[in-house]
Each structure stands twice: as structure tokens, then as C-alpha cells.
């Protein structure tokens, strides 16, 4: 890789390293503090707005929608236009769209704040890990991505209880006008200690038809699940155009020169099903979240500050313990703890049953987060160090992309299905007897989700990970770029994302 700006060469214990360890780790902490802040306010939010299930959905849905579908892009746009001038792009884009979200008057506003909004994160998300890739040092640069893993996953522990604070104190929307001072501060920072650096390899056209099909066929397919329940109609022309662009996008994709996503990938049977698995782990995670805080604040009368404590057991065991399970699946193999893992955090999941209308956080949220977060922090590693082992070492940063879109995917599908399939419509969400009935069925359904992974996972995934696939020569008239090992610029590792 060619790059500019004296890329490669900024070392971790000096000024300059800690400067661009700033810059990238804030960026990617405003998101995830968005991302993870956003499902405490919903009550609220809904409350303030008017809103009705379906809205509340797609407030959640709209920002993973193109986040989902624009990952990829915003990524492949960084290598060519710039890492920094591409991530502060994101984060001012992502910054005005928070500022339209604050002072959203309707929830149609809103929603379409949000979506706007996940423009944004795709556009810096990539770029900040990308740019640790880029600029550090060899000798450093394995030390920096564990700090700026190690500190993003302190801002998802964090996001749900600052968004809990925010909505219980000043209001809901400041979960959204806080990240102004934050992206002010990011921007500051990189435009001044970060240098530019860029792919000079990277030619071509971008994938841009893929992308808008991808987005579309998600968006449809999205439409169709929330709008199943109370409008078949609708539904049922939302699914015929979801098959369409989901047609177009495969056709698309198998055309282009230089396609967001290479179809090859998926004819690894391993990387296939690892994928799979994700969609269904992070699709019951998504749900689980999403029904959780309406659970304990409609049913159970929690404070918005006591909701988003709830699920802070699971995210710092993740953070704390994901280390030494990463060792463990290197020892004992990757098959074991993403069979186990899997079934750890359903059996948490259904103790989530214990929590009703004078739930205890001590006795009834406490031990069922604690387990759903053992069983997270067991299967995190192994999945992403299977996806990665899937793939020859030069698609490594497109195999991570992938499945940080499958996970993002998973969970749009799950918040857009589940409350149709448990009966919530409408403002049901503000009936505690309502709200106590469909969170017992999502609970159930997002264990068989789980538990559905892990028997993919032991039926699938070999007890020993093949090496990984040798790398096999370019055809004449491939264009580099998309599929180069240092583009793994595609975000957080699944296990670090918000909802």
C-alpha cells in the first residue's frame, strides 16, 4: 500500500500516537454510545411523539438500515479519498443528523434523522479503525487496536446508563445533542494530530449500484416485516420489491469489476455458515434489547437510569473476559465455545422470564445478564477469528465486513419482525399487560434463536479450524483494492456493537 502523510510510522508512546488513539476512539465511542443509548429513551421517546410500535422500530431500524448497507462503502471511500478527510466527513454528518434527531418535532422527522444519520456512521465507523491500521507502526499497531477496541467497548458498557441518566434527567433528546461536543472535539483533534492517509492502489469504479440495491433490498424487506401485522397489503408489496433488489444486488454483484461484495466469499462452506450464525446471534440480541427496556420500564415501573443498568453486567464481562476467551477457543478450537456460547446466553435470555410486573434488579436482572454476557463473551472471539480463518489472508478485511453487516442485519430483521410475530401493535407498548405478554414470547423466540445457532455451529463448524486458504493468484484484470488485507478498516467486531 502506498500512503501518505507519513503513514505507518506514528508510534503509541508518543504524543502524536496518543493523539490519533483520541481521535479514533471517540469517533467510534459516539456511535456506539448513540447506538446503545438509543433503545432506553424509546418509552420516552414514544411518549413524547405519539408514536406507535411500528415508528419506534423504525427509529432503531432506520440508522442500522444504512449503516448495514453503507459499511462497505464508507470503507472502500476511505482507502480512496483519504482515511481522515472520509471519518471527519462522518463524524460532521453523523453530528448534524444528531443535531435534527434532538430537535426532531414528529417521529416521521426522526426517523428520517436517524437514517441520515447511519450515512454518517458508516462513513467514520470503518474509518476508525482503518486509520489505527494505517497510520501506527507495525511494532504498535496490534496494542493500538486492542486499546481502541478495549476502550469502544467501555463506551458501549457506558451508553445504556449515560442514556438512562440523560433520558431519566435533562430528556430524551439529549441521548442525540450530546454527541455535538463530542464530534467538535473528534473533528478538532484529527483535523490537527491525525495524518492523511490513503490506498493509492485503490482504482476502479466504486460498487455504488450494489450499494443503493443492497440498502434497498434491506429497506423493503424491513418494511415488510413491520408492516405485516397491520397492513398485508403493504407487507406483501414491501417483500415482492425486497426479492427484486435482492435479485438485482446478487446479479449485480456477480457483474461488477470490483463488487462491494465478492460472491466468492460464500463458497467457503465455513465462512457461510459462521455468517449464518451471526445473523441468528445478534438477530436474538437485537430483539432481546429492543423488548428488555420496554419490559422494565412499561412493566416492571424501572427508572430510565435502572433500565440501562440492565444490561451493563453483559457488556464488562465482554469487555473483560473476551481476551482470555479468544485463548480458549485458540486451545480447545472454535466448535465448543460457539456451541456453548450460544446456549449460555439462551438459558440468560430466558431468565429474562423471572422479570415481571415487581421485578428485583438484584434477584431477577442481575443473574440473567450475567449469563446472557458469559455466553457472549464465550462465542464473540472464535466467531470473528472464524470468519476471519475462512478466507485467504488478503480478504480478511472484506470477511470482516461482512459479518459486521451480517450482524447489523440480524438485528434490523429480528426489531422489524418480532413485535408482529408476539402480537405488539400500535401503542400496546404503553399497556404493561401487553407489553409483559410480548416480551415472554420474544424471549422465547430470541432463545430458539440462540440456541438454533449453536446447533448450526456444532452440526457445522469442524472442531479445528482448517488453516487458512493459501492465496490464490489475481486473475490479469483484477483491480486491487477492495479485497487488500489493510482495508479491514470495517468497524467494531460484532461483539463490541451496540443494538
Known amino acids: 500500500m502506498v500512503s501518505t502523510g507519513g503513514a505507518g510510522g506514528v508510534r503509541l508512546s508518543g504524543a502524536a500516537g496518543r493523539w490519533v488513539l483520541l481521535a479514533t476512539v471517540l469517533g467510534s465511542a459516539m456511535a456506539m454510545l448513540d447506538g ?8 420516552r421517546i414514544g411518549a413524547t411523539l405519539h408514536a406507535s ?3 419506534l422500530q423504525w427509529v432503531v431500524n432506520a440508522y442500522l438500515l444504512t449503516l448495514a448497507g453503507l459499511i462497505l462503502l464508507g470503507g472502500a471511500l476511505g482507502d480512496r479519498y483519504g482515511r481522515r478527510r472520509v471519518f471527519v466527513v462522518g463524524v460532521v454528518w453523523f453530528a448534524v443528523c ?17 437514517a441520515l444519520q447511519g450515512v454518517g456512521g458508516a ?3 470503518p474509518g476508525s479503525l482503518a ?17 481502541w477496541s478495549g ?3 467501555v463506551a458501549g458498557a457506558v451508553g445504556p446508563v449515560v442514556g438512562g441518566w440523560l433520558v431519566g434527567g435533562p430528556g430524551w433528546r439529549w441521548v442525540f445533542l450530546i454527541n455535538l461536543p463530542l464530534a467538535a472535539a473528534v473533528v478538532v483533534t484529527a483535523l490537527r494530530h491525525v495524518p492523511e492517509n490513503r490506498d493509492d492502489s485503490a482504482t476502479g469504479r466504486f460498487d455504488l449500484r450494489g450499494a443503493v440495491l443492497a440498502a434497498l433490498a434491506l429497506g423493503a424487506l424491513t418494511a415488510a416485516l413491520t408492516s405485516a401485522a397491520g397492513d398485508p397489503l403493504q407487507a406483501a408489496v414491501a417483500a415482492v420489491l425486497a426479492v427484486l433488489a435482492g435479485t438485482l444486488f446478487v446479479l449485480t454483484e456477480r457483474r461488477a469489476a470490483a463488487p462491494m461484495l465478492p460472491l466468492e466469499l460464500f463458497a467457503s462452506r465455513l465462512f457461510t455458515v459462521v455468517n449464518i450464525a451471526t445473523v441468528l446471534i445478534y438477530g436474538a440480541m437485537g430483539g432481546l434489547l429492543f423488548f428488555l427496556v420496554l419490559q422494565l420500564q412499561i412493566t416492571a415501573g424501572f427508572t430510565p437510569l435502572l433500565a440501562g443498568l440492565g444490561t451493563l453486567p453483559l457488556t464488562l464481562l465482554m469487555l473483560v473476559f473476551s481476551p482470555r476467551a479468544a485463548k480458549l477457543g485458540e486451545v480447545i478450537g472454535a466448535r465448543v465455545p460457539l456451541t456453548i456460547g450460544p446456549l449460555l446466553a439462551a438459558t440468560g435470555a430466558l431468565l429474562m422470564l423471572r422479570i415481571g410486573a415487581h421485578a428485583s434488579y438484584l434477584t431477577d436482572v442481575l443473574p440473567a445478564s450475567i449469563v446472557l454476557g458469559a455466553g457472549m463473551t464465550l462465542l464473540v472471539a472464535p466467531l470473528t477469528e472464524t470468519v476471519l480463518n475462512a478466507v485467504e489472508t488478503r480478504r480478511a478485511g472484506i470477511a470482516s465486513g461482512v459479518n459486521n453487516a451480517a450482524a447489523r442485519t440480524g438485528s434490523l430483521l429480528a426489531v422489524a419482525a418480532l413485535p408482529a410475530l408476539v402480537g405488539l401493535s400500535g401503542e400496546q407498548y404503553r399497556s404493561a399487560h401487553a407489553v409483559d405478554h410480548a416480551f415472554r414470547a420474544a424471549v422465547v423466540g430470541c432463545a ?6 449453536a446447533v448450526l455451529s456444532w452440526t457445522a463448524i469442524p472442531h479445528r479450524l482448517p488453516e487458512r486458504p493459501e492465496p ?4 490479469p484484470d483484477e483491480p486491487p483494492g477492495p479485497d487488500q488485507p489493510d482495508q479491514a478498516g470495517t468497524g467494531t467486531p460484532p461483539g463490541m456493537m451496540g443494538p
Open 131 to 147: 486509520l489505527i491500521q494505517a497510520v501506527f507502526h507495525p511494532d504498535d499497531r496490534a496494542a493500538a487496536v486492542g486499546l
Open 123 to 125: 462513513l467514520l465507523t
Open 53 to 55: 410500535i411500528g415508528s
Open 472 to 475: 490464490s493468484p489475481p486473475e
Open 98 to 114: 444528531s443535531a435534527v434527531c434532538g430537535l426532531a418535532p414528529d417521529v416521521q422527522v426522526l426517523i428520517a434523522a436517524r
Open 448 to 453: 430458539g434463536l440462540m440456541a438454533a445457532a
Open 36 to 43: 446503545t443509548a438509543v433503545n432506553v429513551a424509546l418509552p
Open 151 to 153: 476502550l469502544g467497548g
